[in-house]
């Protein structure tokens, strides 16, 4: 598993029957996390006197925060030279997912050591860690979500990396029917990033299922390869579905057009005050040899 362990403005304090303590900068949240299944105490009478607000889960399936104590309706953290914008948001969410950090550093690297102009499209590209992280290696960004609102708190976090949108382009639509017209309009990339969603919907109410709709959309885009493609990344948080599928996805599509390394894992976040390892996804990735 590889570990996201960089970060010196956020941190999994501790884990235990169901939830999470995490810091993101001074701010302290105890969020719901299925996977953690074991005891080790009672998270909110541990740290009762740092806990700023808490998620509480709904049986429905949605929730809600209840703020401990005031704390801002937006704060700021940072990864290494990457600032983002955290907001308390609906569904336990904030904005970022840090365990992705270990892509970043990956797409960065690889981005500097090609020593040449690359172009990035970054699909289901949420509030733009990834396309954030492309920017500031040099690279110039297609942004694609069909969320308005996920757009507008990217065009945030640009802005405050100190990007005014040069060689950045924003598209709120459905993915696979822009995916589709670039491949009619001949447009290529060198990189491309996704972050698909098990179910959803886009713009125009298009109806997403990973399972049904994931093997149609990687192999649309690799079309869109340039000749000199440097790396191809889909991470995927779709309970049961298993790092070695999206690495046979890539195998039979990606590598067939363009013969690289391809490898899959999983990515997880260390646990400060127990030692353990959450576990927080998968990815599977193409690059090119060089």
Partial sequence: ????????????????????LERWGNIYLLRPDPQIIWDNGNLLEKY????????????????YWENL?????????????LA?????????????FPEQAYNWDFMMEKIKNSNRKIKVLNLFAYTGGATVACLSAGASVTHVDSSRGMVDWCKENVKLNGYQGENIRYIVDDVVKFVKREIRRGNQYDAIVMDPPSYGRGSNKEVW????????????????????????????????????????????TVDKKSKGK?????????????????????????????
């Fill in 209 to 252: 299922d990973i399972e049904k709709d994931l093997y149609y959309l990687v192999s649309l885009c690799s079309e869109l390869l340039s000749e000199n493609s440097l790396f191809f990344l889909i991470n995927s948080y779709t309970t049961g579905l298993s790092s070695e599928v999206l690495k046979n996805l890539l195998t039979i």
């Fill in 69 to 81: 104590v005031r704390i801002p309706s937006s704060w700021q953290i940072q990864y290494k030279h």
């Fill in 1 to 20: 598993m590889e570990l996201a362990k960089d970060f010196k403005d956020f941190e999994i304090v501790d884990a235990s029957n169901g939830e999470k």
């Fill in 262 to 290: 391809v490898c899959c894992g999983e990515i997880g976040l260390p646990i400060r005050e127990s030692g353990l390892v959450l576990p927080c996804g998968i990815y599977g990735r193409w690059e090119s040899n060089e």
């Fill in 48 to 63: 009762r006197d740092k806990i700023h607000a808490v998620y509480h889960r709904n049986k429905s399936g949605g929730g």
């Fill in 84 to 96: 983002f914008h955290i907001k308390q948001m609906g569904f336990k969410h904030t904005g970022l």
